[in-house]
């Protein structure tokens, strides 16, 4: 076995989530092209590769599920686009694009050498439904399914920045840890909280969720439609 490996597939049983072996070696060729950057681009503050398992790609991985479970309930399995908003070294985007074939997903950040990561890290996986972008996510006006974030932005901020990103029948999807009660108080009247899911990470001893919302106007739409 690889170094890394029995975590993960250990990781993965507890997730339920079931994944093919080349699934499998392409997270973990993942965590070491992280690893290799990192030494030389700082990409993420996470160096040791147990906790790089814990704190990252276990963590990312909790959020497939889900995913998958939103996907399924809304008919969008095949060709649902993904922005993953500030991506930093693909977290959780390319942990999704290598589970979710079927998911075509856009990694965005300022940072150029993150972006450029991601495009190494597309080729180097062989994901072609995997592209990275060099911009300020205020900037996109191109519309997606599913727009995600880890560990960036107040839910606010994060709405706001990429509300123009959107499409109607759209779902922005926060990866937090603890429920984050006051920014879920600071958002603005046209977001909707729709559900608050707890997240379990194997070997990871914190409270994380995901809070997933939509426009108002839009879930006014889609109620009237039944
Ligand atoms: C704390 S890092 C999180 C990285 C990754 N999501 C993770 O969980 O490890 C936040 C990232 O957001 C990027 N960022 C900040 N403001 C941004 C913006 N307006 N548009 C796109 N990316 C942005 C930063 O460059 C940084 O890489």
Redesign the pocket.
């Known amino acids: 076995m690889r170094g890394g490996e029995q975590d993960l597939r250990a990781g993965l049983k507890a997730l339920q989530l079931e994944l093919t072996d080349s699934q499998v070696g392409q997270l973990l060729d993942y965590q070491d092209l992280i690893g290799k950057w990192t030494k030389v681009y700082n990409l993420?503050a996470v160096r040791d590769p147990v906790e790089m398992m814990t704190h990252?790609l276990l963590d990312s991985l909790a959020a497939v599920p889900p995913l998958r479970r939103h996907l399924r309930k809304t008919g969008q399995e095949q060709g649902a686009c993904l922005l993953d908003?500030?991506?930093?070294?693909g977290?959780p985007g390319v942990v999704i694009a290598i589970c979710c074939p079927e998911v075509a997903v856009t990694c965005?950040?300022?940072?150029a050498k993150?972006a450029a990561f991601i495009k190494q890290a597309a080729l180097a996986l062989k994901l072609p439904n995997l592209s990275g972008l060099h911009a300020?996510?205020?900037t996109i006006t191109t519309l997606f399914d599913v727009i995600c974030?880890?560990?960036?932005a107040s839910l606010a901020d994060f709405t706001q920045?990429s509300g123009d990103a959107l499409a109607s029948h759209g779902v922005w999807m926060a990866m937090k840890g603890k429920q984050p009660a006051e920014e879920l108080a600071s958002l603005p009247p046209t977001v909707e909280v729709f559900h608050v899911e707890q997240l379990q990470v194997p070997g990871l001893d914190a409270e994380r969720c995901i809070v997933w919302m939509r426009c108002k106007s839009a879930a006014a739409g889609l109620d009237q439609q039944g």
Request: charged residues 25%.
């Open positions: 993420t990252h908003v500030g991506s930093g070294a977290l965005v950040d300022t940072v993150k300020r996510v205020e974030s880890r560990a960036f920045w």
